[in-house]
C-alpha cells in the first residue's frame, strides 16, 4: 500500500539576512499543508502515480478543484510558454477580438518561436490568441501586449490577475514566457491558472483548435497545435506546452471522460513528456472520487481582495515576489521518489543560502525560448 508522504513545514521560521531584513517562512502553502512538502505526496488506499522525470508536478480534478498527487508543487522554477497561459488569461476580457492591428516591428521581430507576423499585414485579435495558444507565437504575445496598453501595463496586469487567482508563485517578466531573471511559476499555479481558463469559452476554443488558417500579408497559410496530445489522447482539451535551455520542459494539460477533467502540469522534465502525461492523466481518471486529495486548487480572491489598493500600484518591472532560491532548485532537481528524506533536509540548508545569495544579487542568464 503507498502511503502519502508527511510533510516538513516550517524548518526556518525566519532568517535574517544582512541589513536586519527578516523572511518569514509561510505557516501553510496554498492549497494545503502537505503541498510544502518537496517530495511525491499521494493518497493511500490508491494505486502510486507513474512515474515521470519531472522535477515537479499536480495531477488534480478540474471539476472539485482536488488535487490528487503532487511533487513540489510550490517549488518556483522558469514556465517558459507555459507563462502564456496567464496571457491568455488576462488579455482575453480586455480585448475585442474582432479587432484588427497591424503589428510592430518590435513586435515581429521577437526572438524564439514564431507565427511569422509581417508589419505588412493586418491582424485580428482572434487570429493573434490563436497564434499565441496554438504556434507559441512569441511575437504574438507582444503584439497583444502593446495592444493592451504596452508591456509595462500587461505585465502588471498579469501579475494582477495572478494574485486574483492566488497564483503566488507566478511572477511575469515577460508575456511570452522568454527567460527573464525574476521570472516564475509552478506547478500548482499553472494548474489553478489553467482551471480558471477552462471556465472561459474563448480560452478553451483557442486551447482546443488542432489547425487554422492564419493571414499573410498575400493570402494565409496554415497553422497547427503545439500540443501533441490533442491527436494522441482521448478526451484532450488542451492548453499549453513549453520549453527553453534554461527551463527546460514544461507543460499543463486537460482532458476531458465521462463528463469529468484532469488537469496535470508537469514543470522542469528533461525529455519528451508527452506519454508520461499521458499516463498521469490515466491515472488521475483512475483514482479521483476514490482517492483522498492531498491539497486543493483555491478559488480566485473576491475582486475587491484582489483589486489593487489605489495609490499601491507599482510599475511592472516592481512586481518581484521573493523567486525561489537557486540551492533549492538544485535540491529539486536530485530528488528522486526515493529520496524525499534527503530532499526535506536539504531544504532547510537551502533556503538559509539561497536568501543569502539572493541578499548579493546575483541573476539568472537569459534563456531562449522554442515552444
Request: aromatic share 6%; with cysteine.
Amino acid at each position: 500500500m503507498w502511503t502519502k508522504i508527511v510533510p516538513v513545514t516550517a524548518l526556518i521560521a525566519s532568517v535574517s539576512l544582512t541589513g536586519g531584513t527578516a523572511y518569514a517562512a509561510p505557516t501553510t502553502p496554498v492549497g494545503g499543508e502537505a503541498l510544502g512538502s518537496r517530495g511525491l505526496v499521494a493518497p493511500a488506499g490508491v494505486k502510486k502515480p507513474p512515474k515521470t522525470k519531472a522535477t515537479s508536478y499536480v495531477v488534480a480534478d478540474a471539476d472539485t478543484g482536488q488535487v490528487l498527487a503532487a511533487k513540489d508543487a510550490h517549488g518556483r522554477y522558469l514556465p517558459a510558454s507555459t507563462l502564456k497561459t496567464l496571457t491568455a488569461l488576462t488579455l482575453i476580457p480586455k480585448l475585442d477580438k474582432n479587432r484588427k492591428i497591424r503589428p510592430s516591428r518590435n513586435a515581429c521581430n521577437q526572438e524564439g518561436t514564431a507565427v511569422g507576423l509581417s508589419v505588412k499585414a493586418t491582424y485580428k485579435i482572434d487570429d493573434l490568441f490563436k497564434a499565441l495558444m496554438m504556434s507559441s507565437g512569441n511575437d504574438a504575445a507582444m503584439a497583444l501586449a502593446e495592444t493592451n496598453g504596452g508591456l509595462a501595463q500587461t505585465m502588471s496586469d498579469m501579475n494582477a490577475e495572478a494574485k486574483r487567482l492566488q497564483a503566488n508563485d507566478t511572477v511575469a517578466k515577460t508575456p511570452s514566457g522568454l527567460d527573464k531573471p525574476g521570472q516564475s511559476s509552478s506547478a500548482y499555479d499553472l494548474a489553478l491558472i489553467a482551471r480558471a481558463g477552462l471556465a472561459n469559452p474563448e480560452f478553451k476554443r483557442y486551447i482546443s483548435t488542432k489547425t487554422s488558417t492564419f493571414p499573410a500579408p498575400k493570402g494565409h497559410y496554415e497553422i497547427s497545435n503545439h500540443n501533441k496530445l490533442l491527436w494522441r489522447y482521448k478526451g484532450m482539451v488542451g492548453v499549453k506546452n513549453g520549453w527553453t535551455s534554461k527551463a527546460l520542459g514544461s507543460f499543463v494539460g486537460a482532458a476531458t471522460r465521462g463528463g469529468h477533467t484532469i488537469v496535470v502540469s508537469v514543470m522542469r522534465h528533461e525529455g519528451y513528456f508527452w506519454e508520461e502525461v499521458a499516463d498521469l492523466l490515466d491515472w488521475g481518471f483512475s483514482v479521483r472520487g476514490n482517492a483522498t486529495p492531498v491539497g486543493q486548487l483555491v478559488d480566485p480572491l473576491p475582486d475587491a481582495q484582489a483589486a489593487p489598493q489605489p495609490g499601491a500600484s507599482a510599475p511592472a518591472t516592481q512586481v518581484t515576489p521573493a523567486a525561489q532560491p537557486p540551492l533549492l532548485d538544485t535540491a529539486a532537481k536530485k530528488q528522486t521518489d526515493s529520496s524525499k528524506t534527503v530532499g526535506m533536509v536539504v531544504i532547510g540548508g537551502g533556503l538559509l543560502f539561497g536568501l543569502i545569495w539572493l541578499g548579493y544579487g546575483i541573476r539568472r542568464r537569459r534563456g531562449r525560448s522554442r515552444l
